[in-house]
Each structure stands twice: as structure tokens, then as C-alpha cells.
């Protein structure tokens, strides 16, 4: 059985890309609180790209694998 492997331009993604709107708007998407990802966890997502990275970086970071980001963090 093969383990599913992280796309790397998902993750560049989560460390470039910032937040559009609402409370964190301007975040870097890899620095939104998890209380925040949680909170669209129970109201939903947003539709498209944005919600499919809000969900992957909830998983990660519930999961404890945040750490796989940090490398990322210096590569802008």
C-alpha cells in the first residue's frame, strides 16, 4: 500500500497565500489560529481553492504535522 504523499505546491501555497477577508484578512493562511479553521469547520468551508486549503491546514494542523510547513516558511 502506497502512502498518499503532500502535493508541494499545496503546501507553498498554505505558507504564501494570505487570508481574503473576515477577521484574519491578510493572514498568511499557515498562521490562522486553529480555533478559526475550526469554526469554518462547523459553518463551512468556502467554496474552491480557499476552502480546499483552509481544510487541508485544519488536517494538519490537528494532526501535528505544522512542522512540515516550516521549512516553506523561508522559501517566499
Known sequence: MELAQPNPELLKQLVT???PFGKY???VLCDLPVSYLEWFQRKGFPAGKLG????TLLVIKMNG???LLE????KK
Open 71 to 74: 521549512p516553506l516558511k523561508g
Open 25 to 27: 484578512e491578510n493572514t
Open 17 to 19: 497565500m494570505k487570508m
Open 52 to 55: 480546499m486549503l483552509l481544510e
Open 65 to 67: 504535522l505544522g512542522y
